[in-house]
Each structure stands twice: as structure tokens, then as C-alpha cells.
């Protein structure tokens, strides 16, 4: 059974800093492309962030700068670290694997930025 399991998100201020994590089971993470997504309310699900399998990245022009996605094998793990929070990034952020033939999303995890 594949799983993607969310953590780090919370509330905080409009400057700070969160890193959130994604652990994989199920899946021989190493092959899969892993990306980030956010889907604020009444809007659209986006991509944030994405990192393939040879660990190329690639960001939204809304987060270049702020974010970076990397990601750990050995923990099938991905993590984005978000620097310079802005109330316009508070959304449900979710974790995607990728193999073309195949995806896989996790349960999401909710970041709110708000003084």
C-alpha cells in the first residue's frame, strides 16, 4: 500500500519559516519524481516545487528564492524548506509522486501564514 504522509505544517508570522516533510512507503521512492503542491481555498491546486529522480529541481516563479525542495533516499523522505512566509502562501500543501505511469498525492497538510 502507498503512502505519502505530510508533516510540518502550522501557523506562522508573515517572515518566518517552516519545513515540511513527506514520507513515502509503498513506493521505490528513488525512481519517482517528487513534487509539492498547495491549493488555497476556492482556487486551484498548483504546483510549488518539483525535484526528479536525479535530483533536478525546478520552482513556480512564486516561490523562487524562498522555497527549496530536496529530498533524502536513504529516508524516502522529501522536505520543503519555506523561508519568507507570505499570508498569499496559506494553503493546504500536498506531496506528489510521480512515475508517469503513475501518481500517488498524500492527505495534505495545512500552512497558514498570518500575523
Known amino acids: 500500500q502507498v503512502q505519502l504522509v505530510e508533516s510540518g505544517g502550522g501557523l506562522v508570522q508573515p517572515g518566518g519559516s517552516l519545513r515540511l516533510s513527506c514520507a513515502a512507503t509503498?513506493?521505490?521512492?528513488?525512481?519517482?519524481?517528487m513534487g509539492w503542491y498547495r491549493q488555497a481555498p476556492g482556487k486551484q491546486r498548483e504546483l510549488v516545487a518539483a525535484?526528479?529522480?536525479?535530483?533536478?529541481?525546478n520552482y513556480a516563479d512564486f516561490v523562487k528564492g524562498r522555497f527549496t525542495i530536496s529530498r533524502d533516499n536513504a529516508k524516502n523522505t522529501v522536505y520543503l524548506q519555506m523561508n519568507w512566509l507570505k499570508p498569499e502562501d496559506t494553503a493546504v500543501y500536498y506531496c506528489n509522486a510521480d512515475l508517469g505511469s503513475r501518481q500517488y498525492w498524500g492527505q495534505g497538510t495545512q500552512v497558514t501564514v498570518s500575523s
Open positions: 509503498g513506493i521505490i521512492f528513488r525512481r519517482y519524481a
Open positions: 525535484i526528479t529522480s536525479g535530483g533536478s529541481t
